[in-house]
């Protein structure tokens, strides 16, 4: 009768505000943005050959300079080093400097990356999360067949980057890596962040490639 229909319409009005609200929630939502220079504490899981592999390092960018550094505990040639990394995406060259009690080596070559820009034009709002007490947005990117390459989740209040985890399909090992930023620091960096001490860089070395020299 006439109540039935009235019940019919109004389970049929609020399930169409629900459906208008998710909607302009989802449209409310801004995308993670890279920034173009910025320093973070990062800590990774799974960088390497086993799921287990951990590392920790500070890292530093600037895409306008186009160099950036790493300063971390490295494992080398059986021992553990305070290592710092300085790249220089321009004049495509690389410094390695190894630092224990007493003792510095400084190695410099020829290097041919380029500084990493993550793009997450193709991520889609998925819901909140919770990292570290703190809320985030949690985005995900598929890839035609559905499978999840990059999960991205991000302060709910100012879109800084706390956690990106990349499948396998990406990274191309038999399980993700997960990156964990912690201290993120986003805007234009030190310039002395990119040269060396002048008493250590008077003992570096020349090598034809660092990469080669640090896998070896």
Not at 31 to 38: F, I
């Amino acid at each position: 009768g006439i109540n039935a229909e009235y019940g019919v319409q109004k389970i049929t009005m609020k399930v169409f505000i629900l459906l208008c609200a998710l909607f302009s929630l989802s449209l409310a939502q801004t995308k993670p943005v890279w920034p173009s220079a910025a320093s973070a504490s990062v800590f990774v899981e799974g960088w390497g050959e086993r799921r287990e592999d951990r590392h920790f390092f500070r890292w530093f960018y600037d895409e306008t300079a186009g160099k950036e550094r790493f300063e971390g505990p490295t494992e080398w040639n059986g021992e553990f080093y305070w290592t710092i990394v300085i790249i220089d995406t321009v004049a495509k060259k690389e410094w390695f400097v190894v630092h224990q009690p007493g003792l510095v080596e400084c190695y410099t070559g020829a290097d041919n990356h380029s500084l990493p820009h993550p793009n997450f034009n193709r991520a889609h709002f998925v819901g909140k999360a919770e990292i570290d007490y703190t809320v985030v947005d949690h985005w995900v990117e598929r890839d035609n067949e559905g499978r999840d390459l990059v999960q991205i989740f991000d302060r709910a209040d100012n879109g800084e980057i706390k956690r990106v985890d990349v499948s396998s399909h990406v990274s191309r090992r038999p399980h993700s890596v997960t990156f964990h930023y912690h201290e993120f620091d986003a805007g234009s960096q030190d310039p002395a962040l990119w040269t060396l001490p002048a008493e250590i860089q008077k003992i570096c070395n020349n090598v034809q490639k660092v990469e080669d020299l640090i896998n070896n």
